[in-house]
């Protein structure tokens, strides 16, 4: 498969993704964006100090060069964890806010309650009614929450 085929795969997918699956990507490129920053910033850093303190150009490259492949594994690995969502289905009996984006969820699956706490994605939830079937989508390591269903 050539890279332009890749491409077009990849934007025809873009193109038909649901909602909730936008919402998801959304959430996820923004917490990418956020831990690929800190790559970013140390990679102009170390090309001021270099040029300040007079460095071999190549070793600045280098260190460049080193902190490129670095980010590239560990956004690759971050990428995996973030896509790793299980689905819950029932009823909704309470959305608390605990603190400025953080929110508390109390989903009815079964016979048992089940409280999730949700980082991301939580403001959808407060506008679902009380004793809703709801179904959503929620990775517990980066407590993100995607609502499939009301």
């Not at 090309?47 to 492949?69: H, K, M, Q, S, Y």
């Not at 806010?97 to 016979?111: D, H, R, T, V, W």
Request: glycine share 4%; aromatic share 12%; hydrophobic share 45%.
């Amino acid at each position: 498969m050539s890279l332009r085929d890749k491409f077009a795969s990849q934007y025809a997918r873009q193109k038909t993704m649901t909602g909730p699956e936008k919402k998801a990507n959304e959430l996820i490129s923004k917490l990418l964006l956020k831990k690929a920053l800190i790559f970013i910033v140390a990679m102009i850093v170390l090309l001021i100090v270099g040029i300040f303190f007079r460095f071999p150009w190549w070793a600045t490259f280098i260190a460049d060069i080193v902190i490129a492949i670095a980010a590239y594994f560990f956004l690759r690995n971050e990428g995996k964890k973030l896509q790793n969502f299980q689905p819950y289905v029932g009823t909704l009996i309470s959305v608390d806010k605990k603190s400025n984006n953080e929110y508390q969820a109390l989903i009815k699956q079964g016979k048992k309650p089940l409280k999730l706490d949700i980082k991301y994605g939580g403001e959808d939830l407060l506008r679902v009614k009380k004793n809703a079937l709801v179904q959503i989508s929620y990775n517990p390591e980066a407590k993100i929450a995607v609502l499939i269903k009301r």
